[in-house]
C-alpha cells in the first residue's frame, strides 16, 4: 500500500499554514531553563516525572515491607501505611504517568513527528511545566508539613478524607488538593497546545489519517484529558472548601469521636460520582497514548505496516468516548440502582471490543513480520501480554455480582497494577530506549536494557500474578495488617513476603535504568539520524538531535502515510513519510 | 490510505457544503479548521474544557440541592430589594444580567471595529465592556455583602439547606472571576489597540511574536462565554 499519486510530476499546493517565527533565546537560562522550545520542555518533564516517580517506588517498597513482614519494621505505623497508599497511588498515576506520556512524549513526539517547527503556543507551554513543577513541589512538601501527607487514599473518599483522625488531616489534604488544582491548571496550558497543534499547525500534506499512532493516542488522551480533569479541578476545589471554611459539599451530619460535627446534608456519593468521571477516562488517558506508541514500536521493529490503520484509529476514538460513560463501576460498592449497575456494566465490556481490535491487530502486524528483538520490541511484546492479561481481570471486575466480592480484596490491586500500572509503563520504558537514541544522538545500551527487561517483566508477574491469587483467598486491600483472620489461609502470608522481595529487586533493578540513562549519555553508541531505519519524521530531522526549529531552512512534506515498510519493490525496505514518490516504487 | 497528494485534498475553486464540507476539513493538509486560526482554535478548545468546570460545578450544586434534607430557600425572596418601599424580588440579578448581556454587545461591536481597523471605536468599545463587565462584579459584590450582612455563610444559613450559601459564594464567585480576569483582559488588549501595537506588528512582551487585530475577536470569544455561562447560572440557581 504505497501512499503516493501516481502522477509524480505534481506540484506543491503552496502552505495553508504560514512558516512560524520562533522565539529564539538570547541566553543560556532561556535556552535550557526557562526555555519555550518544546523539546527541552519535554524533557524537563520527563525529568521531573521520572525523578517524582522513584519517590513513588520507594513509597511502594516501604509498603510492600509492612504487608510482607508485618512489624518488621516499626516505622511504619497504620497512620504512615495509609500516607505512604495514598501518594504512592497518587504520584504514579497524575504525577508519573500522565506527566510523562502527555508533558513528556507529547511534547517530544507533537512537533516532531507532524513536521512543525514547535508547538503553536511555546510561551503557554513554558508556563505548563513549571506549573507542573510547581504541583510537584506543593506535593512533596505535604512530607514536611505538620501531620505529613493525607492519607486518605488515592481516591480521597470525603467524609473519611478531611475527618480529624485520618492522618494529615492538618496540613496533608489542603497541600494535596493545591497541588491537583495546580496540575490541572498547568495540563490544562500543555494539552491546549498539543491539541491545537494536531488540529492546526501539521506541515504540507500531513493529513489526519497520514498522522502516525503515537500522536493519534497522545491526541485522543489529550482531549480527553482536557474533558475529565475538570470533575477532579471541580471536586478538588470543593472538597478543599470542605476542609477550610467549613461547607458541607461532601459532608453529611457525621458524629465523630463522640462529638457531633458542624457539617449537615452534604452527599458523599457525589465527590465519588465527579472523582471517578474523572478517574475512569485517567486510565485511559493513560492507556491510549501507550496504545498508539506501542503500534509504531511494533511496526518499525517487525518492519510491516501497522495491521488495520484506520481501525486503529477509530479503536482508540471509541474507546476515549466510551471511557466517559463507565465510571460508575468503581462504585458497584457504594450501592447503586441495579439497572444503573447493569448500564454501567454493559457499557464496561462494551469497551472490550474496541481494545480487543487493538490487541489482534498488533498481533496480525506481529504475523509474519521481520521481527527484530530490540529493546523497543521486547517491551511492545511485553505491554501486550501483560495488557491482555489485565484486560482480561478487567472482564471479572466489570460484573457488580464478581466486583461486589472481589471489590476489596488484593485481586482488584494486582489488576490494575497489570493493566495501567504495569503495562503502561512497560510502553515508557520501550519508548525511552526508542527514542533516546534521536534525543541524545547515542543508542543506550543494549545489554543493561535486556538485564533491566528480563528482570522488570518477569519480575513483574511474579509480582502481581501471585496478588491475584491472594486476593481470591480473601486478603483484604489497604489493611496495614490482616493479623489472623480465619477465611485467610496462612499460605498468604507466605506468598505475600514473596511478593515483598521480588518487589524490593525489581524496584532496585530500575537503578540499572536509572544507570543505563547517565552512562549512555556520554559513552553509549553513537546512533546517527535514523538508527532504527523508521519512516517517520522524527527521523528524518536534518540534525541529531534535533536542532532549535527542528527542521532548518524548509520544512519536510509528507507524501505518505507512516508505515511503509518493507514496500516490494523499493531499495530500502522503509520510506520515510517525506520521500517524494519515485516512478520505480509507485 | 487514499491515493491523495497534497495538492489532491483541495481542488481549487471547489465550494463544498454540510458534511461533505465538514469531511473535507477534517481529511485536510495541515489544518482541520481552515478558517481558525491557531489563536482562535485555542480559545474554542479551551472554552470546551472550561464548559465541563461549569457544568460540573452546576450539576453538583443541583445534586446537593436535591439531595439536602433541608428545606432550600426561596431564591426570589433571597435576592428581592426593597426599593422606594416596593418590593421587588431579584431586581438586582435582572440589572446585572442586563448589564452582562449590554456588554456582550458593546464586545461584538468591538470584534466588528477591529475588523475595520478602527482603533479608536474598537479601543472604546472595549473599554465600554470593560467598564460594564466591571460593573457587574460590583453588583455581584454588593449582593455579596448583603446576603453576608444578613447572616449567609458558605456554612450555614437563617433560612435553611447551608448548602445554598456554599454553591452560591462558589459559584458566583467562581463565574465573578473570571468576569475580573476578562475585564483586565479587555484592559490591556485595549490598550495595545489605542497604542496601534496590532497595525505596528509591535512583538509581545512575553512571546515575542506579532500581535493581530484577531485578539480583539478571541477576547471577545471568551467574554461571550462568561455571559452565556452567566444565563445557565441564572437560570438554574435564582430561577428555579
Do not use: C
Amino acid at each position: 500500500m504505497v501512499d503516493v499519486p501516481s502522477d509524480a510530476t505534481v506540484p506543491l499546493s503552496t502552505a495553508e499554514v504560514e512558516d512560524v517565527e520562533l522565539y529564539h533565546p538570547r541566553s543560556w537560562v532561556t535556552k535550557y531553563v526557562f526555555s519555550q522550545d518544546a523539546k527541552i520542555i519535554a524533557i524537563q518533564y520527563s525529568l521531573t516525572a521520572l525523578a517524582i516517580g522513584l519517590v513513588a517506588l520507594v513509597l511502594s517498597w516501604l509498603m510492600r515491607l509492612q504487608l510482607g513482614f508485618p512489624g518488621l519494621v516499626s516505622f511504619i505505623d497504620p497512620e504512615r501505611y495509609y500516607q505512604l497508599i495514598t501518594m504512592h497511588g497518587m504520584i504514579m498515576v497524575i504525577y508519573l504517568l500522565t506527566a510523562l506520556f502527555l508533558g513528556g512524549f507529547g511534547n517530544y513526539l507533537i512537533p516532531l513527528m507532524l513536521g512543525a517547527r514547535d508547538m503553536v503556543f511555546p510561551y503557554v507551554n513554558m508556563l505548563s511545566y513549571w506549573i507542573y513543577l510547581l504541583a510537584v513541589l506543593v506535593l512533596v512538601a505535604g512530607f514536611f508539613v505538620p501531620g505529613g501527607t493525607t492519607g486518605a487514599g488515592w481516591t480521597l473518599y470525603p467524609p473519611q478524607a478531611i475527618l480529624a483522625n485520618t492522618p494529615g488531616q492538618p496540613w496533608g489534604i489542603i497541600v494535596m488538593l493545591v497541588s491537583l488544582i495546580l496540575f490541572i491548571i498547568g495540563f490544562t496550558m500543555g494539552g491546549l497546545n498539543y491539541v491545537v497543534t494536531v488540529l492546526q499547525g501539521r506541515t504540507r500534506g500531513m493529513t489526519l489519517m497520514r498522522m502516525p499512532l503515537t500522536i493519534w493516542g497522545i491526541f485522543t488522551a489529550t482531549v480527553m484529558a482536557l474533558l475529565a480533569f475538570p470533575a477532579l479541578f471541580v471536586a478538588a476545589v470543593m472538597m478543599l472548601l470542605d476542609r477550610l471554611i467549613g461547607t458541607s459539599f461532601f459532608m453529611p451530619s457525621i458524629v465523630a469521636l463522640g462529638e457531633q460535627l458542624p457539617y449537615r446534608g452534604g452527599s458523599p456519593i457525589l465527590f465519588q460520582h465527579l472523582f471517578w468521571f474523572f478517574g475512569h477516562p485517567e486510565v485511559y488517558i493513560v492507556a491510549l497514548p501507550a496504545f498508539g506508541i506501542v503500534s509504531d514500536l511494533i511496526s518499525t521493529h517487525a518492519r510491516k505496516n501497522i495491521f488495520g490503520y484506520r481501525m486503529m484509529v477509530w479503536a482508540l476514538v471509541a474507546i476515549g468516548a466510551l471511557s466517559f460513560v463507565v465510571w460508575a463501576h468503581h462504585m458497584y460498592v457504594s450501592g447503586m440502582h441495579p439497572s444503573f449497575g447493569f448500564f454501567f456494566a454493559t457499557t464496561t465490556l462494551i469497551i472490550a471490543i474496541p481494545t480487543a481490535i487493538k490487541v489482534y491487530n498488533w498481533v496480525l502486524t506481529l504475523w509474519r513480520g521481520d521481527i527484530h528483538f530490540t529493546l523497543p520490541m521486547l517491551f511492545a511484546l511485553g505491554f501486550i501480554v501483560t495488557f491482555v492479561n489485565g484486560g482480561l481481570t478487567g472482564l471479572f471486575l466489570g460484573n457488580v455480582v464478581v466486583d461486589v466480592p472481589l471489590s476489596d480484596t488484593m485481586f482488584v490491586v494486582a489488576h490494575f497494577h497489570m493493566v495501567m500500572g504495569v503495562a503502561p509503563i512497560l510502553v515508557i520504558f520501550g519508548a525511552i530506549y526508542h527514542w533516546y537514541p534521536k534525543v541524545t544522538g547515542r543508542m543506550l545500551d543494549t545489554t543493561l536494557g535486556k538485564l533491566h527487561f528480563w528482570i522488570t517483566f518477569l519480575g513483574a508477574y511474579l509480582i502481581f500474578f501471585p496478588m491475584h491469587y491472594i486476593g481470591l483467598m480473601g486478603v483484604p486491600r489497604r489493611y496495614h495488617e490482616i493479623g489472623d483472620m480465619a477465611f485467610v489461609p496462612a499460605s498468604t502470608a507466605t506468598l505475600n513476603g514473596f511478593i515483598t522481595v521480588v518487589a524490593l529487586i525489581v524496584g532496585a533493578a530500575q537503578l540499572i535504568f536509572v544507570f543505563n540513562l547517565a552512562w549512555s549519555l556520554r559513552r553509549g553508541q553513537p546512533a546517527g539520524g535514523n538508527p532504527w531505519r523508521a519512516t517517520t519524521l522524527e527521523w528524518q530531522t536534518p540534525e541529531t538531535p534535533p536542532a532549535h526549529g527542528n527542521w532548518g531552512k524548509t520544512l519536510p512534506v509528507v507524501y505518505r502515510w507512516a508505515y511503509d515498510y518493507s514496500v516490494p519493490g523499493a531499495a530500502e525496505d522503509f520510506l520515510p513519510q517525506n520521500q517524494p514518490p519515485d516512478p520505480a516504487t509507485a | 490510505m487514499n491515493e491523495l497528494s497534497p495538492t489532491a485534498l483541495r481542488p481549487e475553486g471547489t465550494h463544498l457544503t454540510g458534511w461533505s464540507s465538514v469531511e473535507a476539513d477534517w481529511s485536510a493538509d495541515q489544518r482541520a479548521f481552515r478558517t481558525a486560526s491557531w489563536g482562535k482554535a485555542m480559545m474554542w478548545i479551551f472554552l470546551l474544557s472550561d464548559t465541563f468546570i461549569f457544568g460540573t460545578f452546576l450539576i453538583s450544586y443541583m445534586t446537593v440541592r436535591m439531595s439536602t434534607v433541608v428545606p432550600w430557600p426561596n431564591p426570589s425572596e433571597v435576592f428581592a430589594l426593597e426599593i422606594g418601599g416596593h418590593h421587588l424580588p431579584l431586581i438586582l440579578i435582572a440589572i446585572m444580567t442586563f448589564v452582562l448581556i449590554s456588554s456582550s454587545g458593546t464586545m461584538a461591536m468591538a470584534v466588528n471595529f477591529g475588523y475595520r481597523r478602527d482603533r479608536r471605536k474598537t479601543a472604546i468599545l472595549m473599554l465600554l465592556t470593560a467598564l460594564l463587565g466591571a460593573t457587574f462584579v460590583g453588583m455581584q459584590a454588593f449582593e455579596w455583602s448583603k446576603l453576608i450582612a444578613e447572616g449567609v455563610r458558605p456554612w450555614g444559613n437563617p433560612w435553611g439547606a447551608e448548602q445554598f450559601g456554599s454553591s452560591f459564594f462558589m459559584i458566583t464567585g467562581f463565574h465573578g472571576t473570571h468576569v475580573t480576569i476578562g475585564v483586565i483582559f479587555l484592559l490591556i488588549i485595549a490598550r495595545k489597540v489605542w497604542r496601534g501595537d496590532f497595525d505596528q506588528a509591535r512583538r509581545g512582551f512575553f512571546t515575542s511574536r506579532k500581535g493581530r487585530y484577531e485578539i480583539v475577536e478571541i477576547t471577545g470569544l471568551y467574554w461571550h462565554f462568561v455571559d452565556l455561562v452567566w444565563v445557565f447560572i441564572f437560570a438554574l440557581f435564582y430561577l428555579w
